[in-house]
């Protein structure tokens, strides 16, 4: 079957390109916008990206035509190839829609869902399954080093796939994840994002409960407990087995705490904890219901990357991994691309790539990386890129993530219609607004010295800003 995929360089999209790829479909696709590493990896396993969405790529008739186009949710009534295919009657279908009738079917499928962390997450749990010899699929929004690609069909029953809870398609507003019938859910954290297709947090939590409906009741749902917006989806119904995170407390009663409100049938089956060892993160013990599972040392740092390897240890455990069998597969763990990836060491400078794109993500991020470099300078480059932040809805809460940076660029693009350079007013670091990126890159590089931090953080591509920096640095 000739497939035929729109939006392919998106990270979903062309994870599932990989997918179908590997079960043997001729796979050609075309995107606006091509850059790495996607666009590298689609090229590196033979597949045809064309540029652009020219109707011309779907064929002249409909001997040529692909046997099935796959429509991207950044596709819209208008496009010149979503309008060829309505007009042609040629077989379309939503890519999550595609993932669960001919990748998911039959699959023990481990869905890592939240707002923040998904792809880390399901990075960590595809490896311990791999390294503990279980062989998974995956489908990951990023490039997990230990596998350096985004997908695979894999050789078990047992899949890994982030959890996207954005839109399916400009013809199913469902979130993606609705698609997929996961056996194991894991819901890592919830907070406002998406303003582009949600209005507002209840939105969201309604498709999270959607999702929750569709768990099996001898499957599990893994959850944080600290987070109010996760326990009132919780609330709404759940007919599956529980167990939940719980930051380590020096005391047995608050540690074992749980909700008193517990599921429809099922209730909480166990309680996780962490306790840091290292400021930074980069070593803390495990525990389960207040029993010690071992100590993990391992190379990530940052609360929030000891949460998602307690979250994925979960799971794994779910199948059969025992816990500390999972905590050594982790120690040989490699962050993927684009999380607090090192770009680049110039002259006693690192530079780093980060996929940070919220407040609360920016914020998490920038913890770790103090809590690791100590005094030395931070400074972030910021490229305010999702759609939520180019509609300002997080301009007020912008400035204080990043306060634990000493020096902060942002990139002010056309695509911005509010004021960044007023929104930075009250914050409490110095604050630079560009409107040019080359211009944005001397001046980060003319004020750089040996020791500092520099930390990029976009969704994008940046203009190339990653390239021109390390560039800029060594010239």
């Known amino acids: 079957m000739h497939v035929h995929i729109l939006g392919i360089c998106g990270t979903f999209m062309?994870?599932?390109?990989?997918l179908a790829r590997a079960e043997g479909h001729r796979v050609t696709g075309s995107d606006a916008n091509v850059y790495p590493p996607m666009s590298t990896q689609l090229e590196e396993q033979g597949i045809e990206l064309i540029q652009g969405?020219?109707?011309?790529?779907?064929?002249?008739?409909?001997?040529?035509a692909p046997d099935l186009v796959v429509i991207g949710n950044a596709m819209s009534r208008g496009n010149p190839c979503v309008e060829a295919v309505l007009n042609r009657g040629i077989p379309y279908t939503s890519g999550p829609q595609f993932l669960a009738a001919h990748i998911l079917k039959d699959r023990w499928v481990l869905a890592i869902s939240g707002t923040h962390g998904k792809t880390s997450t399901s990075s960590m749990l595809a490896w311990i399954l791999e390294d503990c010899g279980y062989e998974p699929g995956f489908l990951i929004g990023g490039v997990p080093q230990n596998f350096g690609v985004s997908a695979r069909l894999g050789g078990s029953p047992f899949f890994v796939v982030e959890a996207d809870e954005y839109d399916s398609a400009f013809f199913d507003k469902r979130s993606?994840?609705?698609?997929?019938?996961?056996?194991?859910?894991?819901?890592?954290?919830?907070?406002?994002?998406?303003?582009?297709?949600?209005?507002?947090?209840k939105a969201i939590q309604r498709q999270f409960h959607h999702v929750i409906r569709t768990v099996p009741g001898e499957g599990k749902i893994i959850w944080p407990q600290d987070s109010e917006a996760v326990q009132q989806v919780i609330d709404m119904g759940c007919w599956s087995e529980q167990e939940v995170y719980a930051r380590h407390?020096?005391?047995?009663?608050?540690?074992?705490?749980?909700?008193?409100?517990?599921?429809?049938?099922?209730?909480t089956k166990g309680i996780w904890s962490s306790k840091l060892i290292a400021a930074d993160g980069h070593k803390f013990e495990l525990f389960l219901d207040g029993e010690s599972q071992g100590i993990?040392?391992?190379?990530?740092?940052?609360?929030?990357?000891?949460?998602?390897?307690?979250?994925?240890?979960?799971?794994?455990?779910h199948v059969g991994v025992k816990p500390e069998s999972a905590i050594q597969s982790l120690t040989q763990f490699q962050p993927p691309k684009r999380r607090m990836e090192l770009i680049g060491e110039v002259n006693g400078i690192e530079v780093y790539d980060d996929f940070a794109h919220h407040p609360t993500a920016i914020a998490t991020t920038l913890q770790g990386c103090r809590a690791k470099v100590g005094e030395a300078k931070i400074t972030i480059i910021l490229e305010p890129r999702s759609n939520t932040m180019k509609s300002g809805i997080h301009k007020d809460t912008l400035a204080g993530s990043m306060s634990l940076a000493d020096q902060a660029y942002l990139y002010q693009a056309d695509s911005i219609d509010w004021d960044i350079e007023a929104a930075m007013a009250k914050a409490k670091l110095p604050v630079s607004v560009l409107y040019d990126i080359d211009e944005l890159v001397a001046s980060v590089a003319s004020k750089a010295k040996r020791g500092d931090t520099i930390i990029i953080m976009s969704n994008g591509g940046f203009g190339g800003?990653?390239?021109k920096l390390l560039d800029k640095l060594n010239g």
């Open 14 to 18: 062309g994870g599932l390109a990989l």
């Open 53 to 64: 969405f020219d109707a011309s790529q779907l064929g002249k008739n409909e001997d040529d």
């Open 176 to 201: 993606k994840f609705i698609h997929y019938q996961p056996r194991t859910l894991v819901i890592n954290n919830l907070e406002f994002d998406h303003a582009d297709i949600f209005d507002d947090l």
């Open 249 to 267: 407390s020096d005391s047995d009663s608050d540690s074992a705490r749980v909700s008193s409100k517990e599921s429809s049938t099922t209730g």
């Open 296 to 317: 993990l040392d391992w190379s990530l740092i940052g609360q929030h990357n000891v949460e998602n390897a307690t979250m994925a240890i979960a799971a794994a455990r």
């Open 465 to 467: 800003l990653h390239k």
